[in-house]
């Protein structure tokens, strides 16, 4: 009985085994078919998708490729730019070097000018000390005279007519004579030049005085050839002009009127106005001599007129009230 048992359970296990290897061969075979059908389904959906990212990174190559044409014209530009640049820096450095240069040299020439001004001063020095020793011993002039002017004055203003009657008929005597007048004075302080308006003839020095150099008497000459501002033909208002503004106490101002006609208003006003500007120091002389130089102009065109005799009275009185002179000329040729 226990053989017979024995024999049953063997036979059912076996069975039972065969059941599941079967259904195993047969979960496979069924995996396998599963599998077969849907192959090509995820080939095909593999292969669109790798499609898609094939265009999309030949899409984001094309795109960097453009970019990089950019930068490298960019970097092109850049490039040229610091070319340029230090082209630029090569000049500048060129052009500093010879300004350097320039300044090296004009400080030697400086130092020249410095030594040959010295030598300059010690001869015109000695030849101040000849004169002085050659007018000694020869003719006195009273009160540093020169043909009857006074010469002893720092300061020296111009008032000049500059209407048409003296433009046209006494222009070159007067710059003639202008020249000569400086020549008088080999050195002053300051000069200052005013038409008969009061004017300016420089407008930067307005109200300062002009510094006495050579260039500056050139300028003056050469300025003269052009200058021709609006006058009313009355010297009055550059004299006022002229007392009000450089008036001082400190100073010695010589005054020289260049004129023709003296054309309206009162000679007795134009005294009693200029006696109470120019008051007179403690010794009773006064700070402003006024000198004054008539030119003839009027009697070439229209004979001795009323303003020609007025002019005459007028700066005869205010060249003895105010230490100065009164020369009337007979000519207007240079």
């Given at each position: 009985m226990s053989r017979a048992r024995r024999r049953r359970e063997i036979e059912i296990f076996n069975l039972s085994f065969l059941d599941v290897v079967s259904c195993g061969f047969g979960a496979i075979v069924l995996l396998l078919v599963i599998v077969k059908i849907s192959e090509p389904r995820v080939i095909e959906r593999l292969t669109v998708d790798l499609s898609g990212q094939v265009q999309k990174l030949e899409e984001e190559l094309f795109v960097i490729r453009g970019e990089t044409t950019t930068l490298n014209r960019d970097l092109t530009e850049k490039q040229q730019q610091l070319s340029l640049s230090r082209e630029k820096l090569a000049r500048l450095k060129g052009s500093l070097s010879?300004?350097?240069?320039?300044?090296?040299?004009?400080?030697?020439?400086?130092?020249?000018?410095?030594?040959?001004?010295?030598?300059l001063q010690s001869a015109q020095q000695s030849l101040t000390d000849e004169m002085r020793r050659l007018q000694s011993s020869t003719t006195k002039f009273s009160n540093n005279r020169i043909g009857g002017v006074p010469v002893d004055s720092e300061y020296i203003i111009f008032i000049i007519d500059t209407s048409g009657s003296m433009n046209q008929f006494a222009w070159s005597l007067v710059r003639q004579k202008i020249k000569e007048v400086l020549n008088v004075y080999p050195k002053v302080k300051g000069i200052q030049v005013m038409n008969d308006m009061g004017e300016y003839m420089f407008q930067t020095y307005s109200g300062k005085w002009i510094p006495d150099t050579p260039s500056r008497r050139s300028a003056i000459n050469q300025r003269l050839s052009s200058w021709k501002p609006f006058s009313n033909s009355s010297p009055v208002e550059g004299i006022e002009a002229a007392i009000r503004r450089f008036y001082a106490k400190d100073k010695r101002i010589s005054l020289y009127v260049f004129g023709d006609d003296f054309s309206s208003g009162s000679i007795e006003n134009v005294i009693n106005t200029v006696e109470r500007l120019n008051r007179a120091d403690r010794s009773g002389k006064r700070r402003v001599r006024i000198h004054a130089?008539?030119?003839?102009?009027?009697?070439?065109?229209?004979?001795?007129?009323?303003?020609?005799?007025?002019?005459?009275?007028l700066?005869?009185?205010?060249?003895?009230?105010?230490?100065?002179?009164?020369?009337?000329?007979?000519?207007?040729?240079?």
């Open positions: 010879n300004i350097k240069g320039q300044y090296a040299r004009s400080r030697s020439d400086r130092d020249t000018q410095a030594i040959i001004e010295g030598q130089m008539g030119f003839p102009v009027l009697f070439n065109v229209g004979g001795m007129g009323n303003n020609v005799v007025r002019f005459a009275a700066m005869r009185q205010l060249a003895e009230n105010n230490d100065g002179t009164f020369v009337g000329l007979n000519s207007t040729r240079p």
